[in-house]
């Protein structure tokens, strides 16, 4: 089993799409807009700026930057209480804590929302380190890799001692940037058409719970 396991958190550990959509649906009511496309998954994936623009119709900077305001505002202090964990992910990650292992986030989410999530969840006690893409209070990290990169640093993590799961090719891209061995879940956010390129999938959480316990 890896001494360390870092997790991606949105369609890895979490089913966030709920809370978003609601997040979307606050932002237009605080501004009297009108969805201008139906609110569904569709909209979960671009950069919230664009994914507002696509939703209202506004093609005013600062007129969407008000709109997003909103989004974060209801987003940070009631909607994250939408997210969904998994079914099994939470058995799971108790086992892996409970078999020794030193468990982190590293996750493109905002550090607010997740530091929250993982609290309201009951989760806090099993992560050692949760990093998120702007929890550095001087700079946000310019990519993925470069967050995970510096968590290994600051949390003394062996590469050799280490994997990184995620659901999107994005996150088997960020941990080869970083010598990490990946492991791919099946059930998240991604494209799976093709697994040929992905030698480690877990098709459920009780699977990812063998492989990780097992390898």
Same mark, same amino acid.
């Given at each position: 089993?890896?001494? @360390? ?12 799409? #709920? ?11 605080? @501004?009297?807009?009108?969805? #201008?496309? %139906? ?57 892996? @804590? ?5 468990? @982190? ?52 993590? %062996? ?8 659901? #999107? ?47």
């Amino acid at each position: 089993m890896p001494q @360390h396991i870092l997790f991606d958190l949105d369609g890895t550990l979490i089913d966030s799409s #709920r809370s978003i959509l609601a997040g979307f649906e606050a932002a237009l009511a605080a @501004h009297g807009a009108t969805a #201008r496309v %139906p609110v569904d998954s569709r909209l979960i994936g671009p950069p919230l700026p664009e994914a507002l623009r696509i939703l209202s119709g506004e093609t005013d900077p600062a007129r969407l930057a008000l709109i997003a305001r909103s989004f974060t505002d209801y987003y940070d202090t009631e909607g994250y209480k939408a997210s969904d964990a998994y079914a099994g992910v939470s058995e799971m990650l108790a086992a892996l @804590h409970e078999a020794g292992a030193v468990l @982190h986030i590293a996750t493109n989410k905002r550090y607010r929302p997740t530091e929250r999530i993982v609290k309201w969840l009951g989760w806090d006690r099993w992560f050692a380190e949760v990093y998120a893409i702007d929890k550095l209070p001087e700079a946000r990290f310019a990519s993925k890799a470069a967050m995970i990169e510096h968590l290994m640093a600051a949390a003394r993590v %062996p590469r050799e001692a280490a994997v990184y799961v995620g659901d #999107r090719d994005e996150d088997r891209v960020a941990a080869t940037a970083n010598a990490l061995p990946f492991v791919l879940v099946a059930w998240g956010y991604g494209d799976y058409a093709d697994l040929s390129g992905y030698p480690r999938v877990a098709a459920t959480p009780q699977a990812l719970q063998a492989l990780l316990i097992g390898g």
